[in-house]
Nanobody, 117 residues
Framework: VQLQASGGGLVQAGGSLRLSCAASGRTFSSSVMGWFRQAPGKEREFVARINWSGGNTSVSGRFTISRDNAKNTMYLQMNSLKSGDTAVYYC???????????????WGQGTQVTVSS
């Protein structure tokens, strides 16, 4: 699976962004997909995950994760953004239902999200 994240940018606090993760490869529709983020000087942290059908998700209240298997694309809708959300956001694919980055085998290149206060 090859992944490409997009949709990042500069937004004011309180604003919204929608990130996309386009995947290539036949295994996308059977993969657990996740979003992680990494801020400068910090470790990569889990943001959200979604199972193969989209029927099971783990995500914080301000964000929504979804996927469209027909389009081989996953999304992260981020609302009420805060300065603490500033980070590089990565999408990733796994065969395990996990929040740990080490279990995600495939990674996108990351997209920068900057929230100004």
């Amino acid at each position: 699976v090859q992944l490409q994240a997009s949709g990042g940018g500069l937004v004011q606090a309180g604003g919204s962004l929608r990130l996309s993760c386009a995947a290539s490869g036949r295994t996308f529709s059977s993969s657990v997909m996740g979003w992680f983020r990494q801020a400068p000087g910090k470790e990569r942290e889990f943001v959200a995950r979604i199972n193969w059908s989209g029927g099971n998700t783990s995500v914080s209240g301000r964000f929504t994760i979804s996927r469209d298997n027909a389009k081989n694309t996953m999304y992260l809708q981020m609302n009420s953004l805060k300065s603490g959300d500033t980070a590089v956001y990565y999408c990733a694919a796994s065969t395990r239902w996990s929040t740990e980055a080490k279990f995600y085998r495939y990674w996108g290149q990351g997209t920068q999200v900057t929230v100004s206060s």
